[in-house]
């Protein structure tokens, strides 16, 4: 593998796309469940959605889950993810509730990486390296619901979220036009270019961005959100699917030019 992380003996860039799987589920029986269900199948890495589980207001219970989740997780990337509602997500929230639910994560030891919005922090950098120190990565995120942004606006935000100190940076953006979707692979390509071994997540969202979410290895996102079940984002497509796309086109792109 060239450059990247491993988590678990797990890869995160230089190869192949890592296959991510949100749980949405409310109930934190509903969440160990269909924990249980998506690492059977063999993810890289799966993603809790905290503002989905009905007692994210409670950080003991946020730990609680967390701990429970870890030992489902014991070889499989576990990824907490707060999606707020200004990005997406289910729940308002301030920047200091944010912040503290995020540190509380990490100092619980039990997850791996930390989705870091980026946007909704007042020192993003400072959160981040609050987070390092409880040996959890950050992957810090910008996501664009409504549109996608110019080229130039794409590759300054992914560098700018790269300059907070996170392992992973990554950018959704909505497309109006199939040529948005090129302007984010072009974005993509570029700044993988200039350091391939920095590991990006990029997805155009929607129908029309579903090449985004399969075409990885050849444009630089390095990790793909699929679905068992419900979907927490447009486009996301079943992971046995994408994992045999990916599949088919890392065995060509080995075949062709030995990467």
Same mark, same amino acid.
């Given at each position: 593998? /060239? ?16 296959? &991510? ?51 489902? &997780? ?10 707020? @509602? ?23 030891? &039990? ?7 980026? /946007? ?11 987070? *390092? ?53 072009? /974005?993509?390509? *570029? ?52 994992? @045999? ?15």
């Amino acid at each position: 593998m /060239a450059g990247g992380i491993i988590i678990k003996g797990r890869g995160i860039g230089g190869g192949k796309p890592a296959i &991510c799987v949100p749980v949405t589920e409310k109930s934190r029986e509903g969440i160990f469940g269909a924990a249980r269900e998506i690492v059977g199948r063999g993810t890289d890495m799966l993603e809790w959605r905290m503002d989905f589980f009905e007692g994210v207001r409670d950080l003991g219970q946020v730990r609680q889950t967390l701990e429970g989740l870890s030992g489902i &997780c014991e070889d499989t990337i576990l990824l907490g993810t707060f999606r707020s @509602r200004r990005q997406g997500g289910e729940w308002a929230i301030t920047a200091e509730d944010y912040e503290k639910l995020l540190l509380e994560a990490a100092k619980s030891g &039990c997850v791996d990486i930390l989705d870091v919005e980026a /946007a909704e922090l007042p020192d993003a950098a400072g959160t981040v390296a609050r987070i *390092h120190r409880h040996s959890v990565l950050a992957a810090a995120s910008q996501h664009y619901f409504s549109h996608t942004p110019e080229t130039a606006r794409m590759e300054e935000e992914l560098a700018a979220l790269k300059r907070t100190g996170a392992d992973i940076a990554k950018l959704a953006v909505m497309p109006q036009k199939n040529t948005d979707v090129l302007r984010l692979l072009e /974005a993509t390509a *570029h700044m993988k270019e200039q350091d391939p071994s920095y590991p990006l997540i990029t997805m155009a969202m929607g129908g029309m961005g579903i090449v985004s979410r399969i075409s990885g290895q050849v444009f630089g996102s390095d990790v793909t959100f699929a679905t068992i079940g419900k979907a927490s984002a447009p486009g996301q497509l079943p992971m046995e699917d994408v994992a @045999r796309i990916l599949g088919q086109i890392s065995e060509s792109m080995e075949e062709k030019y030995g990467e």
